[in-house]
Nanobody, 124 residues
Framework: QVQLVESGGGLVQAGGSLRLSCAAS????????MGWFRQAPGKEREFVAA????????HYADSVKGRFTISRDNAKNTVYLQMNSLKPEDTAVYYC?????????????????WGQGTQVTVSS
């Protein structure tokens, strides 16, 4: 069992930056692929970014490529999402997620554990 707790959300102006963190419980963090998804009001939850167990491989949604960076620190059981050049359309609740020992994936149905989410609001 893995528990995930996100932090770092907030209100920021367009063009600004935020760094989200996701702290995971347990001693097996390094065996999980990790991901970030987001859900805007009235929309489906969508993939944002994912990172492999070692951190070597990453994958991004086209909408955030070049602006967002996912990283992880296995010694701290933490995954991060650095968000730069934020746009109003990035406004959403951002969720951290973990996948049992497998490769990274963009499908939310293939992730096993989810955090409660953190709100990100980008004003124009």
């Amino acid at each position: 069992q893995v528990q995930l707790v996100e932090s770092g959300g907030g209100l920021v102006q367009a063009g600004g930056s935020l760094r989200l963190s996701c702290a995971a419980s347990g001693r097996t963090f390094s065996t999980y692929a990790m991901g970030w998804f987001r859900q805007a009001p009235g929309k489906e939850r969508e993939f944002v970014a994912a990172i492999s167990r070692s951190g070597v491989n990453t994958h991004y949604a086209d909408s955030v490529k070049g602006r967002f960076t996912i990283s992880r620190d296995n010694a701290k059981n933490t995954v991060y999402l650095q968000m730069n050049s934020l746009k109003p359309e990035d406004t959403a609740v951002y969720y951290c997620t973990a996948r049992r020992p497998m490769g990274i994936t963009t499908s939310l149905y293939e992730y096993d554990y989810w955090g409660q989410g953190t709100q990100v609001t980008v004003s124009s």
